[in-house]
């Protein structure tokens, strides 16, 4: 059993120092395509492609952390947290577009419009459990969506319509680079909030209000005050992303701001990872969406799918992430970060154990 | 007047549609408590069945909703047997993400089959209709809300007056007692998913007389079948039958508003189900369990 525990103890270490190595480099590359490292001869190791796809993990990776927050740690099923990120992001494209204010001005108002929001569709949705919570969620999400592409007011769209909104370009040297490191910062933020509140009374309350409402309110968790609050501090990250996206991206309209597949994703993503963990839904972000970019073909390193053509390479694509879906849901239901975090070993016991476990 | 007689008229046809969109969804929703979310494609499967058999051996297209229903029958039967038997004891999430990750690959394999070109079905007796004064009933519609009452009423008799029936009504109240008592939940389950597949493959063949599919088209009738199913509430199939009628009127006078045009109609409808979510879980008339 001690043995056990050093060899596991080891595969962690080891695990931790090469998970540090990628990010250092995911975060040092991009330098070099600056035009002073470029002058000095530094080699080029990222570029402009590297950058989208690095922002999109990194948009992901807040994604994700923040779900978790509300699905993880409190354990409400949220589906419908993509109204949060097209709300972030029409509110700063609205600010910075229609009332011409600066980029960085605009962007903190779309946490807080989010998390009001939250707050405010929070306190009756959050009162249901279970499957009515999710379905609610999601049409909230649907509707939200629905609604900004549609509201008119004298016969003009008052949020760009259906043909969406256009946003200035932010003036600014080495924009890739800018945007890049915003979102970053903005994942780490995201992390920095789940870890200190898993050390808090208040992530404390949320873990007792996942385990058993009832026992955590007679425990004086004041439940209600509780969960909105863990609704709207995920509204609020996940805002933050969307604004920043609305600016990145210059456009947004129903179909980018409002995807209903990103419910699905941040939710696949935390689950990959482990949820009501700190780092398990910003790995399990960065490991999906690199696995999606490898299959869509817009990763540098690409290999060909056999018998598959060109044309028919993203179908093939969405139908092995379906497959992937279902096979994570059945044979590892508690996420891969269990066997990096030490407490599980991949094993065909393992997996024949997940599936007893849930099977009917 | 006639505006409003022809508006009740068109909501409750295009409930027809509804009905049949939820009544599986509502079957698989309330005995297994499972949230199909790949119900849209199942119903898409069923218009593609529907499509293939009217253009290929021009067949007419009601009469190969039978076929529509045995072959969702089998194919859920064995989707539920195969795969989603074995995630029923996870928490709630894992069900959503599984049928999602199932959605997934049947439109993208039905994609790779068909393609993204419309396809619809066009019997020599679609666009006639009967004319009562300035009211016009389409045959289709008319038909096609027949069928769906027909569907309700056959799975009600199956639910309430078959053996395998008063089974699944016993998984309903309760798992582990309907598996004391002998029933084979694995065998049951399946059939449950298979009865709701089933009714998915002939709302397929409804919807594809009526508008053009791809193989996308299917994931508003998922976010429909949510609705219709909160409307009615779940446990009973003549409250999703309600339901389906109410979300049919609900749609055709929100797209009668006059300004908004048709856009407002989603919002609507999950505006309203979100209301009903939160001041009346149980639906319209559903019971509490």
């Known amino acids: 059993m001690i043995a056990r525990a050093a060899s596991i103890d080891r595969w962690r270490r080891l695990f931790v120092i090469v998970g540090a190595i990628l990010v250092a480099y995911a975060l040092l590359a991009p330098i070099t395509s600056l035009d002073a490292a470029q002058s000095a001869n530094v080699p080029l190791l990222a570029d402009r492609l590297w950058f989208r796809i690095a922002t999109i993990i990194a948009m992901f990776v807040v994604m994700a952390t923040a779900w978790n927050i509300i699905g993880g740690i409190t354990g409400y099923a949220a589906f419908g947290n993509v109204a949060f990120f097209g709300i972030g992001a029409y509110t700063t494209g609205m600010l910075v577009a229609k009332a011409k204010w600066p980029f960085l001005v605009a962007l903190p108002l779309a946490p807080v419009v989010a998390a009001a929001f939250a707050a405010l569709v929070g306190l009756p949705l959050l009162r249901l459990r279970g499957h009515y919570f999710a379905v609610a969620s999601l049409g909230v999400g649907v509707a939200v969506g629905e609604l900004v592409q549609n509201i008119d007011y004298n016969g003009q769209p008052v949020f760009g319509g259906a043909s969406g909104l256009f946003l200035p370009i932010f003036a600014i040297d080495n924009r890739g680079l800018f945007f890049f490191y915003l979102m970053v910062a903005v994942a780490a933020v995201a992390i920095a909030v789940t870890w200190r509140v898993l050390r808090s009374r208040f992530g404390y309350g949320l873990i007792a209000i996942r385990e058993n409402e009832e026992a955590a309110a007679v425990l004086g968790v004041n439940t209600t005050a509780y969960k909105v609050a863990a609704f709207a501090l995920a509204a609020a990250l996940t805002g933050l992303a969307g604004g920043i996206f609305s600016q990145w991206n210059v456009f947004i309209n129903q179909d980018n701001a409002f995807p209903i597949e990103y419910n699905v994703q941040m939710i696949l993503m935390a689950l990959l990872g482990g949820t009501g963990t700190v780092f398990g839904p910003a790995a399990g972000a960065v490991l999906l969406q690199l696995l999606i970019q490898f299959l869509g073909g817009s990763l540098p390193i690409s290999v060909d799918i056999p018998f598959v053509s060109v044309d028919a390479r993203p179908i093939v694509a969405q139908v092995i992430l379906g497959v992937l879906l279902v096979v994570v849901v059945i044979f590892v239901p508690r996420g891969v970060i269990d066997f990096f975090g030490g407490s599980s070993r991949l094993s065909w016991s393992y997996l024949r154990q997940s599936l007893r476990e849930t099977s009917l | ?289």
């Open chain 2, 1 to 289: 007047m006639a505006d409003f007689v022809q508006l009740v008229i068109l909501g409750l046809l295009a409930g027809g549609i509804y009905v049949a969109v939820g009544v599986g969804f509502g079957l698989v929703w309330g005995v297994l408590n499972i949230v199909n979310l790949s119900h849209g494609a199942l119903v898409i499967i069923g218009g593609y069945i529907t499509w293939q058999l009217f253009s290929a051996l021009h067949i007419d297209p009601f009469l190969t909703l039978p076929v529509d229903a045995v072959a969702l029958f089998v194919f859920g039967y064995l989707l539920q047997r195969g795969l989603i038997n074995r995630i029923i004891r996870a928490p709630l999430l894992f069900t959503f993400l599984l049928t999602f990750g199932v959605n997934l690959v049947i439109v993208n394999i039905l994609l790779l089959i068909f393609g993204s070109d419309f396809r619809s079905v066009t019997p020599s007796y679609s666009g006639q209709g009967i004319e009562l004064g300035p009211i016009v009933i389409p045959y289709v519609s008319l038909f096609s809300l027949a069928v769906a009452i027909a569907l309700s009423a056959a799975l009600a008799f199956i639910l309430n007056r078959t053996r395998i029936g008063l089974a699944i009504n016993a998984i309903a109240a309760d798992r582990d007692a309907a598996q004391l008592v002998g029933i084979d939940l694995r065998h049951a389950y399946a059939v449950t998913f298979g009865l709701g597949a089933a009714c998915a493959g002939v709302a397929g063949g409804l919807i594809a007389m009526i508008q053009a599919i791809t193989p996308t088209a299917g994931e508003p009738y998922t976010l429909q079948a949510f609705v219709v199913v909160i409307l009615g509430g779940l446990g009973r199939v003549s409250a999703t039958v309600v339901g389906g009628l109410a979300f049919g009127l609900v749609e055709a006078f929100g797209q009668s508003i006059p300004g908004s045009g048709s856009v407002f109609a989603n919002a609507i409808a999950f505006g309203l189900m979100v209301l009903v979510l939160v001041t009346r879980p149980q639906g319209l008339l559903g019971r509490l369990r």
